[in-house]
C-alpha cells in the first residue's frame, strides 16, 4: 500500500550504539521533532526516509547518515535538488562516491528497494579522497578504500545488518580508525559554505568575499578543490531550495518569493528556476496543486 513520504532524524543513542556517540547534540533535530529537509521537489508516495546525526568525533566530517526505503506500485521519479556535499551510497552489493549534481537529480524507483548513505559537510571528503573534488562533480564512482576498509568488507558488513542504526554505528566505528586530519582549507571551505546557507545577506560571490576577506579568485580556487562548484554556484543552488521550498509549503506569490530572495525581477527569477528544476515557477506551483488530495491547502508562511 502506497503510504506518504516518512520522514524521522535523530542522533545515534549511545546505548545502542557503544562508543559511536556521546549522546544528542546541541543541535539534534529530533528533540524538536523531524525537521524540514530542503532539496527534494515534491513528496513521492510510497517512500520513506530518515536521518541519523554522527558522533561528535565524526561530526566535522559527517553531516549526517541517511536512508531511503521503497516500495511501490508502479514506478515513481524522485526528484532533487541537491547540495554541494559528497555522498557515499550503498545499496545491494554496491558502494559508490557521488559528487556534487549540478542539474536536478532525477531518479527512477521501481518496485521494493532501500540504500543508506553517508552526507559528508561541503569541503571534508577532500580529506579522504586526496585529489580535488571538482574531478567527482556531477559524476558518481566506484568506492574504494577511501574510507579506511576495503570496500567488499563494507558492503558485507553492512548488508548483514537489518536497521540503518546498525549500519551507521559500524559506519561511525570503521570511519574512526581511519579519520583522517580536517586541514584548514576544508574547514574554511565547510565554514563558508554554511554561512552561505544560513546567511540571508550573502546573495552574491561579492557579498560572500567581503564578508571572508578572500578574492572572489581565490573563493573560486578553494570551493573548487574542496567542494567541487563555484561560490556562486553555490549562492544560486541555496536560493533556489528556498524557492522551491516556499512555493510548495506557502501560499506566497512567484513574485513576493522572488523579491524575499533578493531577486530584482520576477523574470530573471523564472529562468534559474526553470533552467534548473525544468518547469516555470508557476507550473511548479500547479503541479503541486494537483497533486494534493482534494480539499487540502498549503498551509501560509509563518512570519518569523
Known amino acids: 500500500m502506497a503510504t506518504s513520504l516518512g520522514e524521522s532524524s535523530q542522533s545515534l543513542p549511545g546505548s545502542a550504539c557503544k562508543n559511536a556517540t556521546d549522546g544528542p547534540r546541541d543541535t539534534d533535530a529530533s528533540c524538536a ?21 554522527p ?13 531511503v526505503r521503497w516500495d511501490l506500485p508502479v514506478p515513481t521519479s524522485t526528484e532533487v535538488l541537491t547540495y554541494p556535499s559528497v555522498h557515499v551510497v550503498f545499496e545491494g552489493e554496491e558502494a559508490r562516491i557521488f559528487g556534487v549534481v549540478r542539474a536536478k ?3 527512477q524507483l521501481a518496485g521494493r528497494g532501500e540504500v543508506f548513505g553517508i552526507k559528508f559537510h561541503p569541503g571534508t571528503f577532500r ?9 567527482l562533480t556531477d559524476r558518481s564512482l566506484p568506492l574504494g578504500d577511501e574510507l579506511g576498509t ?45 554561512r552561505v546557507r544560513t546567511d540571508a545577506n550573502l546573495r552574491s560571490v561579492d557579498a560572500l568575499s567581503e564578508a571572508c576577506g578572500l578574492p572572489p579568485r581565490e573563493l573560486q580556487r578553494l570551493f573548487r578543490e574542496y567542494v567541487g562548484v563555484g561560490p556562486k554556484w553555490i549562492v544560486c543552488r541555496f536560493r533556489l531550495q528556498e524557492a522551491a521550498e516556499l512555493l510548495e509549503t506557502t501560499t506566497e506569490t512567484v513574485a513576493s ?7 530584482f525581477d520576477q523574470a530573471h527569477f523564472a529562468r534559474d528556476f526553470k533552467s534548473v528544476v525544468g518547469v516555470a515557477p508557476s507550473e511548479y506551483v500547479a503541479r503541486l496543486r494537483r497533486a494534493l488530495p482534494t480539499g487540502t491547502h498549503r498551509p501560509r508562511r509563518r512570519s518569523t
Not at 525537521?35 to 515534491?42: M, S, Y
Not at 580529506?127 to 574531478?135: A, D, L, V
Open 257 to 263: 518569493v522572488a523579491a524575499s530572495l533578493g531577486y
Open 105 to 107: 537529480f532525477t531518479r
Open 150 to 194: 576495503p570496500v567488499f568488507q563494507l558492503i558485507r558488513e553492512l548488508g548483514a545488518l537489518p536497521t540503518p542504526l546498525e549500519r551507521a554505528c559500524a559506519v561511525e566505528a570503521r570511519l574512526r580508525s581511519a579519520l583522517p586530519e580536517l586541514d584548514h582549507d576544508a574547514a574554511l571551505a565547510k565554514d563558508l559554505v554554511e
Open 55 to 67: 558522533s561528535r568525533e565524526l561530526a566535522s566530517f559527517v553531516e549526517h547518515y541517511w536512508w
Open 33 to 53: 521533532g523531524p525537521a524540514r529537509v530542503r532539496g527534494p521537489l515534491g513528496r513521492p508516495l510510497g517512500t520513506e526516509t530518515g536521518r541519523l546525526l
Open 127 to 135: 580529506s579522504f579522497y586526496g585529489r580535488p573534488i571538482i574531478e
